[in-house]
């Protein structure tokens, strides 16, 4: 009786279950000074849940799903700081020491997530960057199939422990607004190196182009059939080896990967390339030592292997750090092998040895087409050059009339590369969060379906702004900056049809667009001057999103006028055109002492970057380039009846157009010949 008294009881009284809010609300987060800020979380469905901060307050209930959400009217508070307070019936959650001021959402890949602490001059900024109003919420990396409810991470505040870590384009850009404003700037930070634009965009939104859904589900089908493709494979390779003799037996790897091991027995092999002087098939050792430079221990950096034909084991110091295995991914010889080396692990002297097992074909490590070196963000080793080789055991060759080795699967995409994957993870959580606005540095990936990018670009932007319902809210990105080799005569570009993509994109309302043309490296996919980048983007947020009254914007073409055997280019932008002076050499990449000479494209003018074609569509630099108030003034012997012109369209091209606020001329070009992405689905 009293214990179905007591079960009666139990099933009429409330239950409460914890209030929760998301990692963002916690010490040290700014929110944005506006009339209606989120807070959200969840609790038991039906449960009361007040907010306040400050003199702001608000209530929520938890719906049946368990979701709350309230708004702060935070549109006149002073900055703080201030204590949040989110209550409920069983708990109560606090953040201390919170802001209102600016938020922006920082987001891309490589080039946004490169830290401060690489950049040019990072030394000096890291020192005098102190500055408890300005903050950075760095989320934690996380591709996923679904959309998530929340990430990891934390608020840091500016300064010398801290700020080396930050985004450099980022930390530039919200000083540079908290320093003219004179408000909190809180960044969010949500970038992942080598990532599409795909990555970072909704499938519902992919979805709804035609072209962009076809693609990104060939992607999901490959990565969803590849397990049992390769478990398959696995099979298959296991019962060939058994029927073959090529079963794999390895000798303790002491004797071979171990820094003191014996130096008797081996042989000098130059890699990237076969093991030249050793048996065909069999199981394999190359080794070689690796000098870490003073002060570089302090991060992990990547093996980049290239292509192995056969299955390795790969030990840094004689401690194994990965491997590859038939029932492994990426199996295959054309696949680039990557492993981790942690920060822990480093020497300043060190030994790589690698085993390899090859059952069929010929003993290689590397290739050429493939990066072979030691690489971390500001500094790399190459791996190329004399290693030492040793057979461990040696193979019969395959009897006559045997069955090949199975072929493995091609690999699938890695997951940050899915489509929606970065959206799920790092991005939906985020939502709906109140922001100021967004920046954005990304394209490299995207640059070998650039024509596509005209698409995919403007599908985030809108699929974004519609997931915050928050309207057209800033969108501000950085045009790719200018990269690889220089070409000496007029070229096609998949990079300058990736900026003219991003260029395009500016008819979408309220954004704006970071002219990088003249920051890049030759020889460095990550450009060191990261301050410019973010002052550029931040002169824009100010003009645009902050009425200050400052130039944010170079020379834009505006207009093109034939005459006679000459051309006519009108710029908008264009108070102060000047030809700034080129050098006459320049460093291959920050720090480097190669020295690259400079030749001129059009010795008869004062500006180069500038090509004409007629209706042959055969480019041709302009002999001379003259300017002319707002106006260029070109012409090319090779050219007599031009019709087209284009300055800049090149991966790194040599433009020298600015104007007097010092910004680059926009690179552009005004024909519609045939680009060479337009097929590149």
Partial sequence: MKKSLLLLLLAVLPLHAEVKVPSFFSDHAVLQKAEAVPIWGTAAPGEAVEVSLGDAKASATAGSDGKWKALLNLKDSAPGPFTLTVSGPANKVTAEDVLVGQVWLCSGQSNMDLELK????????????????????????????????????????????????????????GKEVQRVLKEPVGLVNSSVGGTPVEAWTSQEALDQDPEL?????????????????????????????????????????????????????????????????????????????????????????????????????????????????????????????????????????????????????????GDKRQPFLCRSQDYSIPLAGEWEAKAEKELPALAAGAEPMPAAPAKAPAPQLLPAYLYNGMIAPLIPMALRGAIWYQGENNAGRAYAYRTAFPTL???????????????????LANYQARGAQPEESRWAELREAQTLTLALPNTGQAVLIDLGETGDIHPRNKKDAGLRLAAIALAQSYGQQVPFSGPVYDSMKVEGNAVRIHFKNAEGLAARPLPDSYPERTGSPKMIPVTRQSPGGELDGFALAGA??????????????????????????????????????QGNLYNAAGFPAVPFRTDDFPLVTKNAK
């Avoid at 591709?143 to 990430?151: G, N, R, S, T």
């Avoid at 932007?461 to 950085?478: A, L, M, Q, T, V």
């Fill in 461 to 479: 932007i809108n699929d974004w702004r519609k997931r915050w319902s928050e309207g057209d809210f800033p969108f501000y990105w950085c045009q």
């Fill in 616 to 653: 042959d569509k055969k480019w041709h630099w302009a002999d001379a380039a003259k300017i002319e108030g707002e106006n260029v003034v070109l012409s090319s012997a090779a050219v007599p009846q031009p019709v087209a012109v284009r300055y800049d369209w090149a991966n790194n091209p």
């Fill in 118 to 173: 690489v950049t040019q001059n990072a030394q000096e900024e890291i020192a005098a960057s102190a500055n408890p109003q300005l903050r950075v919420f760095k989320v934690a990396r996380n591709p996923v199939a679904k959309p998530q409810d929340d990430c990891k991470g934390s608020w840091v505040l500016a300064g010398p422990q801290d700020s080396g870590n930050f985004s450099a384009v980022a930390y530039y850009f």
């Fill in 213 to 365: 859904k076809a693609y990104c589900h060939k992607l999901l089908a490959a990565n969803a059939a590849f397990p049992a493709l390769q478990k398959e494979f696995a099979q298959k390779y296991q019962a060939w080896a058994a029927a073959n003799g090529r079963q794999d037996t390895p000798a303790p790897a002491e004797g071979f990967a171990a820094p003191g091991a014996p130096a008797e027995g081996w042989t000098k092999v130059t890699l990237p390339g076969p093991l030249t002087g050793l048996p065909a098939n069999g199981a394999f050792w190359v080794r070689r030592s690796i000098e870490i430079p003073p002060g570089k221990e302090e991060r992990d950096f990547a093996l980049n292997l290239g292509g192995i034909n056969g299955f390795e084991t790969v030990y840094w110091n004689g401690k194994k750090i990965g491997d590859m295995t038939p029932e492994k991914p990426g199996s295959t010889p054309s696949d680039a092998r990557q492993y981790v080396v942690r920060k822990a692990d480093l020497k300043p002297s060190n030994v790589l040895a690698i085993r390899i097992f090859v059952p069929s074909g010929e003993a290689a490590l």
